[in-house]
Protein backbone atom coordinates (compact mmCIF):
# COMPACT_ATOMS: atom_id res chain seq x y z
CA UNK A 1 0.00 0.00 0.00
CA UNK A 2 1.60 3.50 -0.84
CA UNK A 3 2.67 5.62 2.18
CA UNK A 4 1.05 8.80 0.26
CA UNK A 5 -2.37 9.79 -0.59
CA UNK A 6 -3.05 11.69 -3.96
CA UNK A 7 -6.10 14.14 -5.07
CA UNK A 8 -8.79 13.91 -2.43
CA UNK A 9 -8.04 10.43 -1.73
CA UNK A 10 -6.62 11.11 1.34
CA UNK A 11 -10.02 11.53 2.92
CA UNK A 12 -11.17 8.20 1.82
CA UNK A 13 -14.84 8.90 2.31
CA UNK A 14 -15.86 6.74 -0.43
CA UNK A 15 -13.37 3.67 0.56
CA UNK A 16 -14.79 3.67 4.02
CA UNK A 17 -18.85 3.65 3.33
CA UNK A 18 -17.98 0.95 0.48
CA UNK A 19 -16.24 -1.17 3.41
CA UNK A 20 -19.45 -0.24 5.32
CA UNK A 21 -21.93 -1.84 3.01
CA UNK A 22 -19.54 -4.94 2.24
CA UNK A 23 -19.83 -5.51 6.22
CA UNK A 24 -23.74 -4.71 6.17
CA UNK A 25 -23.41 -7.91 3.67
CA UNK A 26 -23.78 -6.15 0.07
CA UNK A 27 -21.77 -8.46 -2.57
CA UNK A 28 -22.12 -5.83 -5.52
CA UNK A 29 -21.12 -2.50 -5.17
CA UNK A 30 -20.20 0.02 -7.96
CA UNK A 31 -17.48 3.23 -7.08
CA UNK A 32 -17.76 5.52 -10.37
CA UNK A 33 -15.29 7.91 -9.75
CA UNK A 34 -16.31 11.65 -11.37
CA UNK A 35 -13.42 14.07 -10.76
CA UNK A 36 -10.44 14.42 -12.39
CA UNK A 37 -8.34 12.50 -10.16
CA UNK A 38 -7.58 8.33 -10.69
CA UNK A 39 -9.57 7.00 -7.26
CA UNK A 40 -6.15 5.32 -6.41
CA UNK A 41 -6.93 4.94 -2.69
CA UNK A 42 -10.84 3.31 -3.02
CA UNK A 43 -8.42 1.18 -5.43
CA UNK A 44 -6.09 0.37 -3.55
CA UNK A 45 -7.94 -0.51 -0.37
CA UNK A 46 -9.94 -3.35 -1.97
CA UNK A 47 -6.90 -4.22 -4.43
CA UNK A 48 -5.79 -7.02 -2.46
CA UNK A 49 -9.76 -8.68 -1.91
CA UNK A 50 -10.60 -11.63 -3.68
CA UNK A 51 -14.45 -10.50 -3.98
CA UNK A 52 -13.10 -7.50 -6.02
CA UNK A 53 -12.28 -9.38 -8.52
CA UNK A 54 -15.68 -10.93 -9.62
Known sequence: MRDSASGFCVFNDAAIAIAWLLGKGYERIAYVDLDVHHGD????????????SR
Request: hydrophobic residues 35%; aromatic residues 16%; without cysteine.
Open 41 to 52: GVQTAFYEDPAS
